[in-house]
């Protein structure tokens, strides 16, 4: 099992003696996740074994004072062991609450796990590799000198992207049965019941960048009121990038989130941040698990991760499959095309809703992002009811209008008798329920045309 070893330095509460203690936290989706009391003097190891306990799994909690002869400290150690018993039973409680990815299997499909050499993840298709950052920025160097690089269209002007904003404490009533789904960004989703929320890459800072000061600048507000949110169920994350995972909403949510999932390697990051252990839960592709009555699927997809120079590949990326109150929706999460969505379809298939990557597709990087006639494909091959076109908007990471990706899906979809679902930033819809088109995207001369 694996574990990590921390050195914190405690003080005893009676003796006033200084010690270090070595404290063993253990990963919430192993299979034997300890919770106990940390014990601040060398008789921590004897009420453990008086509580048939194993000291070495000590984790949280109080000081103990030195057993001896004194009604007092008597006193005081019988009820350290007696809150050592009750937390044993919390820990049998969690560990019971704490779901275990399980790999799933599908007669006449292969489902390949990740593959991890030398400290990288890889996609299955070994040649789909990000172009170089040197190689790259050479390119785009060339590109911009030319003139050949940003559209001019590429930020709405003031007043030109409607946003459709809502309040926590003005928010519908659910039927019991019903599942909300919307966008509040670029790729940041939700899913809403009666009793539940989920947030699916969440990313409500002001840039998709490493600094405060530059990078992407989003050219929306939030359309609710985030930061008033009281709970939330999990937050479900597909990668590390900037645009999918924002310290700060993390940051700010996490006391009031109960679950953060994530493909592996990205719960490091989470941890960094000052996540708890115990609420995350890592997924490898084609890991399956019941997490409050939901059924998640992690699925492969063709793209890549990196936050910094020094840590490209060395997390792994996803796509969801979320079945909620007898609704299944499925996210791609960041891909390029590729032959994993028409399995993914036979697999976890047919979805009532698909939310599929549209927008931020470029020439230098085809193998990790989708045009739109590939995300078109993809929609076909996952066997799904409702297109939901994400992945546009909010910040601008492509090179092209704003509007593009959408005026280009619309018209593919066309061609197969399809309306893609494509509501306002923050506007609700109901998974299942029909959505009338609203065109707001379009140029007002080119509303009139149509």
Known sequence: MQAHLLHQRRACSCTHHVLFLPIIKHRVNEKKPTILPRLGCRWASVLARRASLTPSLCCKGASLPLLSSTPSLRNCANSTMAATATVEDTTQQVQQAAPVPVQIVREGLELPASQRVRGQYSNLDATAKPIGAFNLLTRMLGRAIKGQVSHPDRIPQENEYPIHHRTVATLESLARDAVEFGRLGHSSLFLRTSAQLWLIDPVFGERASPMSWAGPKRFHPVPLDWTNIPEVTAIVLSHNHYDHLCKHTVLTLQDRTKWFLCPLGVGDYLRKFGVDDAKIIEFDWWDQATVEGAVLTATPTQHFSGRTAFDRMQSLWCGWSIELNGKKVFFTGDSGYCAEFATIGKALGPFDLAAVENGAYYDLWPEVHMFPEQTMQ??????????????????????????????????????HDIIPTIPRIGQPILVGEPFTFDPWFYKPEAVEEK
């Open 378 to 415: 993809a929609f076909l091959d996952l066997q799904a009811k409702d297109m939901f076109p994400v992945h546009n908007g909010t910040f601008p990471l492509g090179f092209h209008s704003w509007r593009e990706p959408l005026e280009r899906i619309v018209e593919l979809a066309k061609e």
